[in-house]
């Protein structure tokens, strides 16, 4: 039986038992191993962004194509700056919406119930 695993590319099942021939995790990674590798000094975790901030590259693509009036008002020298605190802001506030979705941990909850509640709060915070 031949069949895909899911967010690889060209991984294949050897049978229903075997494990996937490529690893899935190889392209995060990897993206970790280069971070760590052009910065040893800082560290650098799987929850860390690709993008120093990601938010603000958004906003400016955001910018770019919808309000580009508004954007005509901003001095050219001052962009980086812009989208750097609104991307900065926007961080803050899905942060929090993250954080208040979580909810209190209930009484009971096992790890995998957390982990669920856990990841379908960040889902839905932001994206």
Sequence with gaps: MDRTF???????????AAQPTTNPCSRSCGALRRRMAMNPNKPASRNESVSPNRYATMAR??????????????????????YSTLGDQIAEQVESV????????PA?????????????A??????
């Design 61 to 82: 693509r955001h910018y770019e194509m919808w309000l580009g009036d508004q954007l005509s008002l901003i001095p050219e020298s001052e962009r980086d700056s812009f």
């Design 108 to 120: 009971g909850e096992s790890f995998m119930e957390r982990l669920g509640r856990f990841n379908m």
């Design 6 to 16: 899911p967010n690889t590319k060209g991984a294949q099942w050897l049978d229903d």
């Design 122 to 127: 960040h889902l839905q915070a932001g994206p």
């Design 98 to 105: 993250e954080m208040a979705l979580r909810g209190p941990d």
